[in-house]
């Protein structure tokens, strides 16, 4: 009777302690509400890095743990109050490489100390590079001095760091569980809790296998950050060959925009002197900044002419501000060029000019989607004056054809459609051109046109449809007609240009690829061989020296 009594106070003891379905269900309720706000603010500070301050998070989840899981949780840890639930709130944050999650732990880090959380776990799971491990806890000790690490091993092969903080609201602390791992990783984890984690009786394989493909993961994690390496140094090499780019051209004035004091007496020499030298600019690259300061002089000379009253005039002022931006952006002093120019948008809201500028710094700078937003507002205002100069115009058509070509083979069609609009300017004032704009503007047009063909061929061998056959046939006829004339031009120029070489020598080549005529291939190398050592008048030199090579490569190196 005794033993039987013991046992039945110990059934009574459990069943006090076990926690209910409903007790589950009315902390959700009493709780969901402010850690959703806490997990809410927590969320808008990550993003808000990733957005304002260039934090390279690539994704964010938050959610609270539902009433089921949160059920099952305090069964399978048979946990005896629901206020040790550590992840009754959880937040993730992605990043595309394994580079990227350095600079993001930092971010976290002081954001969590900002908050003033308590910092309870910080685990590193399955992470092998030691270095990479100490630079994370030198990371977190910088913020939380009194932490003391312990090791974090998942033997499914689980790969993450996780921070399991406390987090203050409304009286009462929030336990919240914070993830941080690659795109890649989370993926595999959402499997492996998806298939292994939650199951009660999983079967052998499935843990194996999961341990195989987490070996796979890292694998892949590390090809793909060697991958971003590659393209961070190209980009950077890009970068720094642009450090001493200017601007393409001098503008040319429309007459109702060059201030009619320069007809003076006391004015005409100064400035036909500055314009004559302005003029000069596209053949003295070679050293901008000495150019500028011999370009400043005769600013200089010609603004100590201009009396007060005229200072006034609304075109002096335009006139002054812009040659003096023109000036400072040769000399490579693009954020000074730069306030200039949104200064000049500000009080001359009309003119098309200076934002055709800061779309040439951002392009400079890599901001392509900014430099995007500049030419594309530059060409809204052009379309709206009534008068313009058509080199003006020309060299904006080309330079959008160029920067929509840069942002990828999407765009393939906006840059073709901008070079044929570029062409149909250039036809009808053709001779108001400088003659070597023939035979650059022959250039772009057969280069797009061969790139519109590459793509509808490579689209036609998915699809196999007649309607892409014609297609690729279409855009291969009109490359054949622009690469025939800039043959011809190549025969009789004087400017021989790396980049037209390497056009018709691409050309050739893929119509080698097209008919298997040895003759084409043979003609590619001869203009490989021709244009080897020359130079190339575009702008990004870098990366146009880098194709021009990469085809190079492939041409010599092909056998009939």
Request: with cysteine; charged share 30%.
């Amino acid at each position: 009777m005794i033993g039987l009594t013991i046992n039945k106070e110990i059934i009574r003891e459990y069943a006090m302690a076990v926690i209910t379905y409903q007790d589950v269900e009315e902390y959700h309720a009493r709780h969901e509400g402010n850690l959703r706000k806490v997990l809410d603010s927590l969320e808008e500070k990550i993003i808000f890095g990733r957005d304002k301050e260039h934090i390279p998070i690539y994704l964010t989840k938050g959610r609270v743990k539902s009433i089921n899981s949160m059920y099952l949780k305090t069964r399978r840890k048979n946990t005896l109050s629901l206020d040790g639930i550590t992840d009754f709130g959880g937040l993730r944050a992605l990043c595309l490489f394994e580079q990227d999650i350095i600079k993001v732990h930092k971010y976290l880090v002081n954001i969590l100390k900002q908050q003033a959380c308590t910092l309870k776990e910080f685990k590193i799971y399955n992470w092998e590079n030691e270095d990479y491990i100490e630079q994370l806890q030198i990371i977190v000790k910088s913020q939380f001095p009194h932490y003391e690490f312990e090791d974090a091993i998942k033997e499914s092969g689980y790969k993450s760091i996780h921070y399991l903080i406390v987090h203050g609201y409304s009286k009462f602390q929030y336990p919240i569980e914070i993830q941080l791992r690659t795109l890649l990783q989370d993926v595999w984890g959402e499997l492996e809790h998806t298939l292994a984690y939650k199951q009660g009786n999983i079967h052998p394989h499935i843990k194996n296998s999961f341990r195989l493909l987490s070996k796979d993961l890292q694998n892949n994690d590390i090809l793909i950050s060697n991958l971003c390496d590659i393209r961070d140094k190209e980009y950077r090499v890009g970068l720094f060959a642009l450090e001493d780019a200017g601007p393409s051209e001098a503008f040319i004035y429309e007459p109702e925009l060059l201030p009619t004091i320069f007809k003076d007496a006391h004015l005409d020499d100064a400035y036909k002197n500055y314009s004559e030298y302005i003029s000069t600019w596209r053949d003295q690259r070679h050293n901008p900044r000495e150019w500028a300061e011999r370009g400043f002089e005769f600013y200089r000379a010609l603004d100590r002419l201009i009396g007060w009253e005229q200072r006034n005039e609304s075109l002096v002022q335009y006139w002054l501000f812009m040659e003096k931006g023109f000036l400072l952006f040769v000399q490579g002093r693009r954020d000074e060029a730069m306030k200039i120019y949104e200064e000049v948008t500000n009080k001359w809201k009309e003119l098309y000019a200076p934002h055709f500028r800061i779309g040439e710094i951002f392009y400079i700078k890599g901001e392509i989607e900014k430099s995007l937003v500049a030419f594309d507002k530059s060409e809204e205002l052009l379309s709206r004056q009534s008068t313009c100069d058509p080199f003006n115009v020309y060299r904006l058509k080309a330079k959008l054809a160029l920067l929509y070509w840069l942002m990828g083979e999407q765009y393939c069609d906006i840059a073709l459609n901008k070079i044929l609009e570029a062409e149909v300017i250039y036809n009808k004032h053709s001779g108001s051109f400088p003659a070597r704009i023939r035979q650059s503007l022959t250039n772009n047009l057969c280069w797009y046109h061969l790139e519109k063909y590459i793509l509808a061929r490579e689209k036609y061998k998915r699809s196999g449809k007649e309607q892409d056959r014609k297609a690729q046939e279409e855009a291969y006829e009109r490359a054949l007609d622009r690469c025939r004339t800039l043959e011809e031009l190549l025969e009789t120029s004087h400017e021989k240009r790396a980049n037209d070489y390497d056009t018709v020598a691409w050309f050739c080549f893929n119509t080698y690829l097209k008919t298997k005529d040895a003759a084409f291939l043979e003609k590619a190398k001869k203009y490989c061989r021709d244009g080897w050592g020359l130079k190339s008048d575009a702008l990004h030199q870098i990366n146009s020296s880098s194709i021009y090579r990469s085809h190079t490569q492939e041409i010599i190196s092909t056998e009939p």
